[in-house]
């Protein structure tokens, strides 16, 4: 296929549905060489890089295989993929020969997704039968075989404090061993993403030296239990391209194993230090075909590793690493928003002063302008200001209530939405909006208003696994601060459950009865051994029964429920 009718085919209504502009041409139909796209909100960025990929596969007959295709979460991994399905299956429509295409053969996925999915395809030697641990897994595993969760220096804590989780050097004692784990976590996660160099935190003595020798430690203990975290997964993914088996990836072995030839990179904003350097290794081979698109002023996941400088300083990475200027084209042209919107954040993020400094930005961004259909005179952009933010919730409230429905600006209520931090039924979060909205009658859809623990479903698992193994309810005289409290709310919301007449718990009650009469006897006859029981069997014993079977028909409550399962599968493994 041409490239002109390859344009065409995706500007019909079975595909895209329209022409692109000239810049985001000029971004699909570009040749060999680094591509740097800075793009602007609402400017079809993402479509623009999986149009680049059909070109490749359509135009330029590059193998599926020789692309690497990556975005930063699963969710938008899935929102490409579905894309070039969408696309590619118009364009096989009208060029039958296109048909040999398989996407499945294309390596899409999160860069962490596919770091496993290679180093087990290629066999890794240093990855061989190794378990990758999730968030949980790799708490649970600092937990057990970290040193620096039994480490209880108040000064070295209060150097880092700002990782330890509710926890205050003012307290005038050591965080628990819980939150010096999370601490832990945070620290070494840092230390392994921002490629930090562990030899000069050594030459830096004191606390810095110290956290050396824990996270070498924990690195260590890491490869001898044959457990890699998220962190260190990358890390053995940049080992494995600078092997000899990383080689014959990136070089390929003949037909069965094409070459590596194009690197593609969503979201390049939320890069950290160790993926720009694998990212810039897998285009190690001339001609150093890389393109990143991504937005600088939309760099939303510092918190987990994300630094927006690899966005910004694309060039002089590629100067570095390639002795070559990236192409740079920016994508300013905003589809999405009415021009009162586009002028108001335009001109919002450039109002900090932070976001003027140098380095914060890429050197020349233009200004998004806007090209939407989205026209009229009405007030697209406006805001509530109040003295105090408590008061914030109502004033909202009335204006939907008032205004936005009373005045006819909107004739649904399903056509507002709420944007917070978090969603959470919290003082700190969603809370005050949710009452402030219940009072006007204002109803809300808000699925994940509840944080996980506070969940039905969740309290009735846990009160239930309880009723069967601790019949004397000693809970109760624990003397942890809460934990009884805590328990004992589960317990009670079991109970309403149970009272509740429209909801079927016969048979849970009945196994928990049972179960209540014949531990003791179980008990007895193995008091000098272990029972034959686990704490996650008995689980699922009660997730099989009523009411567990009918609400894991409904997804969130099932997410919820099997996110608990992980959680004691997770401990068991670790023999906690």
Partial sequence: MNLSDFHACLAQPSARGYELNQKQKDATDYGTGPLWLLAGPGSGKSEVLVTRALKLLCVDGVAPRSIFLT?????????????????LGALQETDPSLRFIDLADMRLGTLHSLCNDILQEYRYATYQNVRLLDDVEQHLFAYRSASIADYQDLAFWTRFEHTVPEWSARQGYVPNKWKRVKAAVTLFNHITEDYVDVQKM??????????????????????????????????????????????VFLRGDGQRRPPLQHVLVDEYQDTNPIQERIYLALAQLAPHNIAVVGDDDQALYRFRGGNVSCMVNFDKACATAFHLQPEKIQLDQNYRSHSAIVRFFSGYITSFPEMIAVGVRAPGKLPVTAASPITGLYPAVSWIARNKARDVPEAVS?????????????????QCVLLLRSTKDSPRNAGPYLKAFRQRGIPVYNPRSKSFMESEEVQCLLAALIRVVDMQHTYRFNQIADLSTTVQAWVDTLDAVIRNTTIQTAPLESYIRASNAALPNICVANQNGFLNLTLLEIMYRILSREPFRSWRQDPLRNQRLAKVTRLFESYHSFNL
Avoid: M, P
Avoid at 204 to 233: M, P
């Fill in 202 to 247: 050594h030459a830096a003595g004191a606390h810095w030296a110290i956290l050396a020798d824990f996270y070498e430690q924990y690195a260590q203990a890491l490869r001898q239990r044959y457990r890699c975290d998220f962190a260190h997964l990358q890390s053995r993914f940049l080992e494995f391209i600078n092997s000899s088996a990383g080689g």
């Fill in 71 to 87: 975005t930063f979460t699963t969710k938008a991994a899935r929102n490409l993929e579905d894309r070039l399905a969408s696309y």
């Fill in 398 to 414: 009335d204006l939907i209530k008032n205004h936005l429905l009373g005045d006819g600006v909107i004739s649904d209520l399903s």
